[in-house]
Structure formats: C-alpha cells, structure tokens
C-alpha cells in the first residue's frame, strides 16, 4: 500500500514557525504533483498549498507569503515552512497528491499561546 509519511506538526506560539515533511515513495515523488491540505474541525479541508514537477508553486490566498512549499528530489520529499503562523492556521495537515487521490495521515498544527 503506497504511504505517505508526514512530519513536523506541534504546537507553536502566534509568529512562530514550523516546518512539515511529507516523504513519498520515489514511484510518486518523481511523477506527480504534490501538496498539502489543511481541516480545520467543522470545516472542509481546504488546499494550502501545491508544487509541481517542475517547482511551480500554487498557494492559498491566506498563507501566500508566509508558507514556502519546497521539494528535495534526494529524498523523496516535500516541505511546508510555516513561517508568521497565527491561531488561524490551527489544523491538521495533510500531504496529498491529487492526482492519484492519495493522502497521508495528517499531522496536528495548534497555533496558541
């Protein structure tokens, strides 16, 4: 069953940062576009941010300039720094690749002091 292994979530205080990683199988990573959703509880997962093979770069209206989504093809895997954070961001995180409709587990941001 093909996995994707996230990381990196926690709790951080308002203008912290963090970063996420997604670590995909080299079947995946070398092939597809990649991204990370978000859902924030009673809500709809809502995109946050995707890269495409060739390093374009799609965000949310709300984290354009604070998050930075990134890939290292050395190790099969895709960041999110999350920079600036602010209560609003509080979620959980998902690496997904939409176009094989694959998600991870999710990781738990909380943004609070």
């Known amino acids: 069953q093909v996995q994707l292994v996230e990381s990196g979530g926690g709790l951080v205080q308002p203008g912290g940062s963090l970063r996420l990683s997604c670590a995909a199988p080299?079947?995946?990573?070398?092939?597809?576009?990649m991204g990370w959703y978000r859902r924030v509880p009673g809500k709809q997962r809502e995109l946050v941010a995707t890269?495409?093979?060739?390093?374009?770069?799609n965000y949310a209206d709300s984290v354009e300039d604070r998050f930075t989504i990134s890939r290292d093809s050395t190790k099969n895997t895709i960041y999110l720094q999350m920079n600036s954070l602010k209560p609003e961001d509080t979620a959980v995180y998902y690496c997904?690749?939409?176009?094989?409709?694959?998600w991870g587990q999710g990781t738990l941001v909380t943004v609070s002091s």
């Open positions: 997904h690749v939409p176009t094989m409709k694959l």
């Open positions: 890269i495409t093979l060739s390093g374009s770069r």
């Open positions: 080299g079947s995946i990573f070398r092939f597809y576009t």
